[in-house]
């Protein structure tokens, strides 16, 4: 039920969602922009998080160079954020392809709407894939590392400061190893599955290569990580608790727990918004084909999915920056 304002000269309608629009906006647009802006909010609150988090533990945060450095078919090359910047490309290269698409509409081009939202989908898919491999790469880890019992992490290193994976250096000794299971546990307990190798392996072969020295999560004034002498190595490594390989919910080789946790959460939470603008616009796209908006003599559809999918593109911008570069 429309609601109206009586004057001396007009009876004239307040907004109810047709012809009467505040601002030049029609209902469905403004409501899109109601939505991002929530959207911008929550997003906002869960990078002032990780700020506040990463400031209280800086002396431990991981160093993204460290972390972020495979690229595609060149296995064993370090290229740190190298494939970040891709995707960062191709999700910005797909926000310019949305906006060839909605000039179009207004144009009533049908065929260049198609051909540009169909490269704004493409853009999308590499993006969610790559996000996927790239997640597939930091559960899995590259070089392993031991977590003490008082909870600080050791890496190793040889003596130019080089990572060396626990691959490269751990004994093989005799015995079987045995995961626990909630039907082998007191009161059900249970464990995740077991790493490649037992703290007592990783101890043997450390012991074995005398080249090789302990580096702390601790980062010094120079931004690099703390590398002990090798009888701080030795003793530190009698404290070993539990090996680490690769980032989860629990543990983390790269350095702070908290790391992984906003990681996960936040590009997860992005990668979601990128995954359902593509339905959208899969969606969207489809309508184009048939016509259906050719027929309404309008694609403000388009322009709407379009407002999402800059929002999304202008998000990751941030997620980027806090994450990689900053």
Do not use: C
């Not at 060149?74 to 190298?82: D, I, K, N, R």
């Amino acid at each position: 039920m429309e609601a109206t304002v009586t004057t001396a000269n007009s009876e004239e309608k307040t907004w109810g969602g047709g012809d009467n629009q505040p601002m030049g906006a029609s209902y469905g647009k403004l409501m899109m922009w109601f939505f991002i802006v929530s959207d911008a909010l929550t997003f906002s609150g869960f990078l002032a998080a990780y700020g506040f988090s990463r400031f209280k533990f800086i002396e431990t945060w991981p160093l993204a160079d460290e972390v972020f450095t495979h690229f595609p078919f060149m296995h064993g090359v370090s290229a740190p954020m190298y494939y970040v910047a891709l995707m960062t490309f191709i999700l910005i290269f797909s926000s310019v392809t949305m906006v060839l698409a909605v000039d179009a509409g207004h144009q009533m081009k049908k065929d260049k709407v198609v051909l540009y939202m169909f490269l704004t989908i493409i853009g999308g898919g590499i993006f969610v894939g790559s996000q996927a491999w790239e997640w597939k790469n930091f559960i899995k880890g590259e070089y392993g590392a031991i977590e003490t019992k008082g909870g600080s992490l050791l890496q190793f290193v040889d003596k130019d400061g080089k990572r060396v994976a626990l691959a490269e250096f751990a004994a093989t000794l005799p015995g079987e190893r045995e995961q626990l299971t909630r039907n082998k546990g007191k009161w059900f307990m249970e464990e995740g599955s077991l790493p490649s190798y037992t703290v007592a392996e990783v101890q043997a072969g450390f012991k074995a290569h005398p080249d090789l020295l302990i580096r702390t999560e601790v980062i010094t004034a120079e931004k690099q990580k703390t590398i002990l002498s090798r009888a701080d190595s030795e003793f530190r490594l009698s404290q070993a608790h539990y090996v680490v390989e690769g980032a989860n919910l629990t543990r983390n080789e790269y350095g702070s727990k908290l790391f992984a946790d906003f990681f996960f959460f936040i590009t997860g939470f992005h990668g979601f918004h990128v995954l359902s603008g593509v339905i959208i616009n899969i969606i969207i796209f489809f309508n184009v084909l048939i016509g259906t908006y050719e027929k309404r003599r309008s694609y403000e559809m388009v322009e709407k999915v379009g407002l999402y999918w800059h929002f999304v593109d202008l998000v990751w911008v941030f997620v980027f920056t806090v994450f990689y570069l900053v």
